[in-house]
Structures are given as C-alpha cells and as structure tokens.
Nanobody, 127 residues
Framework: HLVESGGGLVQPGGSLRLACKASGFNLANYNTGWFRQAPGEEREGIACIHSLDQITYYDESVKGRFTTTRDNAKNTVYLQMNSLRPEDTAIYYC??????????????????????WGQGIQVTVSS
C-alpha cells in the first residue's frame, strides 16, 4: 500500500514536501501520480512520472511550482510544492498505476488506471 506524509498548514508563498512510501510492491515498475481533491470538487491528477522513461507531467495549475521525483531505492515518491497559494488547499493523494505504453499525460488524466492509492493527507494554505 501507499502512505503519505508531510502535509499540514503553511502560509501563502511557503513550501511543503510530501512523501509517499510504498510497501508490498516495487514502485519502480509503476507510473506514479499525485492527485488532489478540494471540497466539492473532483479528484484531479496534478503531477505524474512515467515508469518507463521518467518523463513528468504537470497540470497547468501547478506547473513551475510543484516538482515530483522518485527514489526507487527507498520505494518512495515525493511532491515538492513551492509558492503555495490558498487555492492549493486540498487533500493530496499519491497513487500508482501499472506500466502502460502511453504518454504520461494520458495516464495522469485517467484516474481509473491507478491501482494503488494512499489514504490522503491534508494541505492547507492560509495566513
């Protein structure tokens, strides 16, 4: 399964780093993604890494501010979030999808392809 850590309360303009550790399977064989869900909204993919070529995809709402990386030796994926805004407030989920030969943006936009999900962690951006 997947377990997220690193969430919390941060002021606008601040930074947080989320971590997601996998157990029971080898994360290196999976595409990984970060999703978020704000109250009353759909869960959306915001940052993903392709397992085959390590290409990343970012939603326009986070591009240039968020970075996702993987440490396969630690079986962990990270989401570095900088220049945080109040509209980034949401529950953040990490997820893993089996390998597919398809562009990473297609994977990140298809929630049903993700087999493993973390429990979610709250990120609140407020002064």
């Amino acid at each position: 399964h997947l377990v997220e850590s690193g969430g919390g309360l941060v002021q606008p303009g601040g930074s947080l780093r989320l971590a997601c550790k996998a157990s029971g399977f080898n994360l290196a064989n999976y595409n990984t993604g970060w999703f978020r869900q704000a109250p009353g909204e759909e869960r959306e993919g915001i940052a993903c890494i392709h397992s085959l070529d390590q290409i990343t995809y970012y939603d326009e709402s986070v591009k240039g501010r968020f970075t996702t990386t993987r440490d396969n030796a630690k079986n962990t994926v990270y989401l570095q979030m900088n220049s945080l805004r109040p509209e980034d407030t949401a529950i953040y989920y990490c997820a893993a999808a089996p390998q597919r030969v398809t562009p990473i943006q297609n994977i990140c936009r298809t929630r049903s392809w993700f087999e493993y999900w973390g429990q979610g962690i709250q990120v609140t951006v407020s002064s």
